[in-house]
């Protein structure tokens, strides 16, 4: 049995896509998926399967989300090791990288749109862009930042959902206990 944590983008979010956690548990275990958690109300879903395809994994939980509520929601699938290795790759500093924030990238963007993107500056914020991960840093927080999740879909062509340091850890403690 596999363990995997599924991130889920823009629910729950300022009363958009609303999925309520305790129901999407339910959904979830009743497709076979087993063990399911979440944390938090922002789409944090770990869970264990058989399944060793992610994209198959991401496809059960988008369609049982459309079918359920009507909209659509992208999904991503990770696994520990995948977390454990995007934090331990976090080229900041550690006073830095407990402030950063984890933009998760679906696919491994176009190296040109990588070079472009990373030419951009903005004062007070930094990002460094990797194939699975952009990692970034605002002095001011992230409500203030120029650099969201939608800045880096655009630039970079490419499906992400960003989680905090806090919350990285977090799933990475949760899918820890699951074994």
């Not at 993107?117 to 004062?123: D, G, L, Q, R, W």
Request: charged share 20%.
């Amino acid at each position: 049995m596999n363990t995997y944590m599924a991130l889920l983008r823009g629910i729950n979010v300022s009363g958009q896509k609303k999925v309520p956690m305790e129901l999407l548990r339910q959904l979830l275990n009743n497709s076979g998926l087993q063990n399911v958690k979440t944390y938090i109300q922002s789409g944090n879903v770990l869970f264990q399967s058989s399944q060793v395809d992610k994209i198959i994994l991401e496809k059960i939980i988008e369609d049982i989300i459309k079918a359920h509520f009507g909209f659509l929601v992208p999904v991503l699938v990770k696994t520990k090791i995948e977390i454990e290795n995007i934090l331990n790759n976090c080229p900041f500093s550690e006073e830095k990288k407990v402030a950063s924030y984890f933009t998760l990238l679906h696919d491994v963007p176009n190296n040109k749109l990588v070079i472009s993107t990373a030419k951009e500056i903005y004062i007070n914020e930094a990002f460094i862009i990797t194939n699975d991960c952009v990692y970034f840093y605002s002095k001011l927080g992230y409500g203030n930042a120029k650099c969201n999740n939608n800045f880096f879909e655009r630039k970079l062509k490419v499906e992400a959902t960003t989680r905090n340091h806090k919350t990285m850890v977090k799933l990475l403690s949760l899918s820890s206990e699951m074994h």
